[in-house]
């Protein structure tokens, strides 16, 4: 599992019938800082995740991929290795909170 934030959405109008209906979000995963451990930091990298829970564009989210990501309920059926399954609201390491949603975000 990993802290990702939703940097967009991925359209496709051509899938097969068990993926109609659902919305998939580009999500890039983020870490603590290696110099500044008091902020979240992107690794750069980016996957394509099925939303489990409504979560939108700019929000960070929890994310789960392998095996994990076909063990909820909404994803069981589906041919899926990378979901969203939580909205984060913040994000605590080493005594600080490097990330808060009420805050409107401390994450580069």
Known sequence: MFVGKVTGS?????KTDVLV??????VEPY???RENRETL????RTFVAVDTV???EGEFVLVV???SARLTPETKPLPVD???VGIVDSVHAENRCVYSKEDNGTAD
Not at 10 to 14: E, G, K, L, R, Y
Not at 21 to 26: D, P, S
């Open 10 to 14: 991925v359209i496709a109008t051509q």
């Open 21 to 26: 209906g659902r919305k998939f979000l580009l």
């Open 31 to 33: 870490v603590l800082g």
């Open 41 to 44: 930091k992107t690794t750069g």
């Open 54 to 56: 409504g979560a939108g």
């Open 65 to 67: 991929q392998g095996s």
């Open 82 to 84: 990378c979901a969203i």
